[in-house]
């Protein structure tokens, strides 16, 4: 079946304006993807290794799903938005705190910001998606809330 059999069923408008939330979500996932090198890098203190390690388990994770979301936009029929300088003029992540002098505190603080603009952009992209009829996407978004979610909750935890 071709990409166009697949989505026949959705209005090509809706099509593009699902693709449209997915490339937005990959420039911010691509944000937090930053956010989150940075935060594994530099992080330091008595908590270095657990958030070193819980770092990496998500830039890991969001590694994988960035390609799954671009890869649906191209199964949509659409093109997929990449490059740094591309997906950074798209990101609306905070790119703060900077490398040194920021304590761990500091560097969850922002990762947890990151992950709840995320969480927003993936929610308003599963709405179209519903809306449309386009059960595919809305399927990858919930998953991604999802993990998002988790995410927040492991992050605000430490803030406690
Ligand atoms: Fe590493």
Known sequence: MSATKAI????????DQIA???NQLVADSYGLLGQLHLAHWNVEGTDFLPLHQMFQEQYEELFVAIDEI?????ALGNYAEGG???LASMSR???????SAASAKDFVSS???AHELVIEQAVVGRKVAAEAGDTESEDLLIG???????????LNSYLK
């Open 144 to 154: 991604r809330v999802r993990i998002h979610q988790k995410a927040v909750w492991f």
């Open 70 to 74: 671009a890869e649906r936009v191209r």
């Open 111 to 113: 990762v947890l910001l």
């Open 93 to 99: 992540v905070n790119e703060s705190p900077s490398a």
């Open 20 to 22: 449209s939330h997915l």
């Open 84 to 86: 740094l300088k591309k």
């Open 8 to 15: 026949e069923n959705i209005e090509a408008s809706s099509v």
